[in-house]
């Protein structure tokens, strides 16, 4: 398996970029305009709400429904979702894991450890899977607990908050994110060839799978 870390060292002279060319060529790059390759906070905060929508409801339907111990578990899931399981599974392929430090500075983890290696291959099949299960059950997890409990109130604004944050996903975040290979990804193949012609480390792991850039 392909790991590797890259170092601003690498670019001698200039600050590097996500895509590992200097600062300066994202002057002239036109993929600055569809792609989402630096960190804004209005990008965080356009993913978050939708989520939040869909999870504070779902937190307190699951208290007032009397099973708020279950929340160990939930939240207990989650913190190994984000830091262990996806960390792997999504985040150590995205370039964003490949920017300098320790911690990933994206719109959606901001903050989270980067728990493993950078692996700028793209996700395999099978992570593609492990990463649709694990958000099932971050989002389906409160569901039966709120309809058990008759938390029909909280259940509806929840329901309502998933379909808001899957549309704001597939209509604006997954089409300008640089993690390519998500099975969520909706940036189109020219693009992706594109942005592999600015980053080597990438282009190189993607083209050993066999991934091939059009001519
Ligand atoms: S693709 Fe790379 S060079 Fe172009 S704007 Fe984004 S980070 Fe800069
Ligand atoms: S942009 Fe998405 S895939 Fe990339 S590090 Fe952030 S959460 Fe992970």
Request: aromatic fraction near 12%.
């Amino acid at each position: 398996m392909n790991s590797e870390k890259i170092s601003a060292n690498d670019i001698q002279g200039d600050a590097m970029s996500i895509c590992n060319q200097p600062l300066s060529e994202c002057n002239d790059c036109g993929l600055s305009e569809v792609l989402m390759c630096k960190y804004e906070v209005k990008d965080a905060i356009i993913f978050l709400i939708p989520f939040l929508i869909a999870f504070i409801p779902a937190i307190i339907g699951i208290i007032s429904s009397g099973y708020g111990l279950w929340l160990i578990a939930y939240f207990g899931f989650m913190i190994f979702f984000f830091i262990v399981w996806e960390n792997r599974i999504l985040c150590s392929h995205c370039p964003y894991y490949a920017e300098e430090g320790k911690t990933l500075r994206c719109h959606a983890n901001y903050g989270l450890p980067k728990t493993w290696n950078y692996h700028p291959e793209p996700l395999s099949r099978s992570e593609q899977i492990q990463f649709l299960i694990g958000v099932l059950i971050i989002v389906g997890f409160p569901m039966p607990f709120l309809i058990i409990g008759e938390q029909y109130l909280m259940l509806t604004i929840s329901v309502v908050g998933v379909i808001l944050w899957l549309c704001v996903l597939q209509l604006r975040t997954c089409k300008k994110c640089i993690n390519f290979s998500c099975p969520l990804n909706r940036i189109p193949k020219k693009i992706v060839d594109e942005y592999l012609k600015h980053n080597k480390v990438m282009r190189s792991a993607w083209e050993k799978t066999g991934y091939r850039i059009a001519d």
